[in-house]
C-alpha cells in the first residue's frame, strides 16, 4: 500500500522539477545547413608575436570541441569569422623580494575584436565585438619565457569566450 503511495507523489515531484528544464535544448538552434564556418588568422595589433597564430589554433580547436559547427575553408563555409587581437598588456603583481623590486609575476591581458559574417549575403550577425581574457604567468626571471608560457592559457580563455559569442547568435 506504501508502495503505490509513493509512486504518484514521486511522479509529481519529477514533473514538477522537469516543468523548470521545458526551455532547454538538446540539440543546436543553429539549422543543419548552416553549420559550417572558416577561421582565417587573426589579424595582430597587440603587439605581442605570434599570439594570432596561437589564437586562431586554440578557436578552431574550441569549434571542434563544441562541435556545432564544422570547419571549412573561406568558399565553402557558411559562415567567416574575422577576428583581430586589438590590445594586450602585462601589469606586475608580485615581486621577488630577495631582488628588490624585481617582478616575479605579471597578469597579461588581451582583447580581440570579432566579426561574424554570413558568408552568402555578406550580414554581419557581430559587428566588432569586443572580447577579454586574463591570465598569470611567472618569469623565473625570464619575462619573455613566462609570457610565451601564458599564450595557451589566455588562448584557450579567449577561444572559449569568442565561440560562446558565436553560439549566443541564435
Same mark, same amino acid.
Given at each position: 500500500?506504501?508502495?503505490?503511495?509513493?509512486?504518484?507523489?514521486?511522479?509529481?515531484?519529477?514533473?514538477?522539477?522537469?516543468?523548470?528544464?521545458?526551455?532547454?535544448?538538446?540539440?543546436?538552434a543553429?539549422?543543419?545547413?548552416?553549420?559550417?564556418?572558416?577561421?582565417?588568422?587573426?589579424?595582430?595589433?597587440?603587439?605581442?608575436?605570434?599570439i594570432?597564430?596561437?589564437?586562431?589554433?586554440?578557436?578552431?580547436?574550441?569549434?571542434?570541441?563544441? $562541435? %556545432?559547427f =564544422? @570547419?571549412?575553408?573561406?568558399?565553402?563555409?557558411?559562415?567567416?569569422?574575422l577576428?583581430? +587581437? &586589438?590590445?594586450?598588456?602585462?601589469?606586475?603583481?608580485?615581486?621577488?623580494?630577495?631582488?628588490?623590486?624585481r617582478?616575479?609575476?605579471y597578469?597579461?591581458?588581451?582583447?580581440?575584436?570579432?566579426?561574424?559574417?554570413?558568408? $552568402? %549575403?555578406g =550580414? @554581419?550577425?557581430?559587428?566588432?565585438?569586443?572580447?577579454?581574457a586574463n591570465?598569470t604567468? +611567472? &618569469?623565473?626571471?625570464?619575462?619573455?619565457?613566462?609570457?610565451?608560457?601564458?599564450?595557451?592559457?589566455?588562448?584557450k580563455?579567449?577561444?572559449?569566450?569568442?565561440?560562446?559569442?558565436?553560439?549566443?547568435?541564435?
Amino acid at each position: 500500500m506504501r508502495a503505490y503511495l509513493s509512486l504518484p507523489l514521486t511522479l509529481a515531484v519529477g514533473l514538477l522539477f522537469s516543468a523548470g528544464c521545458a526551455s532547454y535544448r538538446f540539440k543546436s538552434a543553429v539549422p543543419e545547413e548552416l553549420r559550417t564556418i572558416s577561421v582565417p588568422v587573426f589579424e595582430n595589433a597587440s603587439g605581442f608575436p605570434e599570439i594570432d597564430a596561437v589564437v586562431t589554433e586554440y578557436v578552431l580547436r574550441e569549434f571542434q570541441r563544441e $562541435g %556545432t559547427f =564544422k @570547419l571549412k575553408n573561406v568558399n565553402d563555409s557558411s559562415f567567416k569569422l574575422l577576428g583581430k +587581437l &586589438t590590445k594586450s598588456s602585462t601589469h606586475p603583481i608580485n615581486f621577488d623580494r630577495n631582488y628588490g623590486a624585481r617582478t616575479s609575476e605579471y597578469r597579461y591581458s588581451l582583447e580581440a575584436e570579432i566579426t561574424l559574417v554570413e558568408r $552568402g %549575403t555578406g =550580414k @554581419l550577425l557581430i559587428d566588432g565585438m569586443k572580447i577579454k581574457a586574463n591570465t598569470t604567468f +611567472l &618569469t623565473h626571471g625570464d619575462m619573455l619565457t613566462g609570457l610565451q608560457d601564458a599564450y595557451p592559457r589566455i588562448a584557450k580563455e579567449l577561444s572559449r569566450s569568442i565561440v560562446d559569442a558565436v553560439l549566443a547568435q541564435w
